[in-house]
Antibody, heavy 120, light 111 residues
Framework: QVHLVESGGGLVKPGGSLRLSCAASGFTFSDYYMSWIRQAPGKGLEWVSYISTSGYTVYYADSVRGRFTISRDNAKNSLFLQMNSLRAEDTAVYYC?????????????WGQGTLVTVSS | QSALTQPASVSGSPGQSITISCTGS?????????VSWYQQHPDKAPKLIIYDVAKRPSGVSNRFSGSKSGNTASLTISGLQAEDEADYYCCSYEGSSTFGVFGGGTKLTVL
């Protein structure tokens, strides 16, 4: 069955960096667009970034563009989110998720999430 | 990247039906049939319950149904059960950016 497991979250100071990882299993990873979604404490869902099957096409929310970089390693069935220049408002649970079909922005499987806390 | 508009809360008694609206614009809900709905219980990951406006993934109860009219999508839950109490989020493909945009979420209380 499809399984997505995020890791790499933790406590970081403002201005710091973190790299999130998402290990995928149970499906042909290279066939699917993947995304990162975040949820600040007590708040709603926010789409952070998506990446195409090859990694050639990526897109970012205005709130993270220029600071975050999404990437993937299809040989290792892994998705990544490099987060630089972190701010307090980046504090959230970060989910990786699989798109049900290319370029529809509909997510059929989600990981359990990893908490990122940005605080001094 | 403006959020879709959902009511903050809705409620209903067991056995009743409720509908949650999700209003967007001609750039998203109004022009694309890529509207999805997610159910999220406390401290859990969201779960897809509706995609392509009205399709249900395998394993999702047929008590959940979706529809769309103009710029507004709707989720209807019939025969409310206690376990339906959760937060519900709509999401749409947004054409000008190719991004996905979520609604603010609706808290469903089963009385």
């Amino acid at each position: 069955q499809v399984h997505l497991v995020e890791s790499g979250g933790g406590l970081v100071k403002p201005g710091g960096s973190l790299r999130l990882s998402c290990a995928a299993s149970g499906f042909t990873f290279s066939d699917y667009y993947m995304s990162w979604i975040r949820q600040a404490p007590g708040k709603g869902l926010e789409w952070v970034s998506y990446i195409s099957t090859s990694g050639y096409t990526v897109y970012y929310a205005d709130s993270v563009r220029g600071r975050f970089t999404i990437s993937r390693d299809n040989a290792k069935n892994s998705l990544f989110l490099q987060m630089n220049s972190l701010r307090a408002e980046d504090t959230a649970v970060y989910y990786c998720a699989r798109e049900i079909a290319a370029a529809r922005r509909e997510l059929d499987y989600w990981g359990q999430g990893t908490l990122v806390t940005v605080s001094s | 990247q403006s959020a879709l508009t959902q009511p903050a809360s809705v409620s209903g008694s067991p056995g009743q039906s409720i509908t949650i609206s999700c209003t967007g614009s001609s750039s998203d809900v109004g022009s694309y049939n890529y509207v999805s709905w997610y159910q999220q219980h406390p401290d859990k990951a969201p779960k897809l319950i509706i995609y392509d406006v009205a399709k249900r993934p395998s394993g999702v109860s047929n008590r959940f149904s979706g529809s769309k009219s103009g710029n507004t999508a709707s989720l209807t839950i019939s025969g409310l059960q206690a376990e339906d109490e959760a937060d519900y989020y709509c999401c749409s493909y947004e054409g000008s950016s190719t991004f996905g945009v979520f609604g603010g979420g609706t808290k469903l209380t089963v009385l």
